[in-house]
């Protein structure tokens, strides 16, 4: 049981109900080639779990029957599982959007030189981490040498036409504050890294997402460690919007294991909350090939508020433009590190 989970199960979360689906979002296995501290999955290099073939043609044999509109791929790095390209080959036959969460690095691994090109070659869209645009301050909370290395893979990305208005290919980038707050205005730090980007490195991209630090796995670790996350929590549920409950990713979206188990969202799946879909205790990827989610009720608990609080949050970034907050005077000078 992950450590923060005792701590959150206690909730009054206003309770919500999912609409019907249009968004698979899967977790094809939790290796990385990095190890960032904000990484709500805890993922690392030396994570083995990994989506098997079997389950990667059940995601496919979903997508079909349910007529799926978006699949999200995310992980760990999603694009070390074998399965990858295949599946997003087959995604993208079907016309299915498909989304690559990924990391930048990846494009550099040996192996994987040819990656950006596969991406382009099926307009996969590209959601790519890099949560500022100063060296100093994403090798802290990455690694060392993470920010020069994404730039190379931003430019390659660019090089394809990624992130150019002429062409179909988006190249989104994710924003994640440095420690223990809420982040700052979607729009306002969007213009700021289009400056900064463009002045300093040539680089173009078309949105930012900005994404609220979540309370659990590696970051939640951290918080407990320091004694913040109480803190942490008070300043997301002061900060709880409610109109921001009509548009939480959770209500059209269902997350997706590396074993092919069902989860509301991927903060849930890292806390072990199965979706409660038709009675399932542990509802599997093959339920969807007969069951309708639609209309079935939100795990919910106090993680919840990280999604709702300030402008919101989501795997689309903020769910409304509005100032972000920030945690007050002790919180404030104290970051994670």
Known sequence: MHPTISLLLATDFPTITRRSFDTLQVNLGYRCNQSCLHCHVGASPQRTEMMDDATAALVLEVLRLRKVQTLDLTGGAPELNPAFRAMVREASALGVRVIDRCNLTILSEPGHEDLAAFLAQHRVE???????????????????????????????????????????????????????????????????????????????????????????????????????????????????????????????????????????????????????????????????????????????????YGCTAGQGSSCGGALEAAEGSFLEEAIESSTVT
């Open 126 to 304: 590209v959601t790519a981490s890099l949560p500022c645009y100063a060296q100093a301050n994403v090798d802290r909370q990455r690694g060392a040498g993470v920010f020069e290395r994404s730039i190379a893979g931003l430019r390659q990305l660019n090089a394809l036409g990624y992130g150019c208005e002429s062409t179909p290919l988006t190249l989104n980038l994710v924003f994640n504050p440095q420690g223990p707050s809420l982040p700052p205005s979607q729009t306002a730090l969007e213009a700021d890294y289009r400056r900064e980007l463009l002045q300093h490195f040539g680089v173009r991209f078309n949105h930012l997402f900005v994404l609220t630090n979540m309370p659990i796995q590696r970051f939640g670790s951290t918080l407990v460690s320091k004694g913040l996350l109480g803190d942490y929590m008070k300043l997301l549920r002061a900060s709880h919007r409610h109109e921001n409950l009509a548009t939480v990713m959770c209500r059209n979206q269902i997350s997706v294991d590396w074993q092919g188990y069902l989860y509301d969202c991927d903060f849930n799946q890292m806390l072990h909350l199965p979706a409660q879909i038709s009675g399932r205790s542990r509802p599997h990827l093959s339920d969807l090939l007969a069951l309708d989610p639609t209309g079935s009720t939100i795990r919910v608990a106090d993680h919840c």
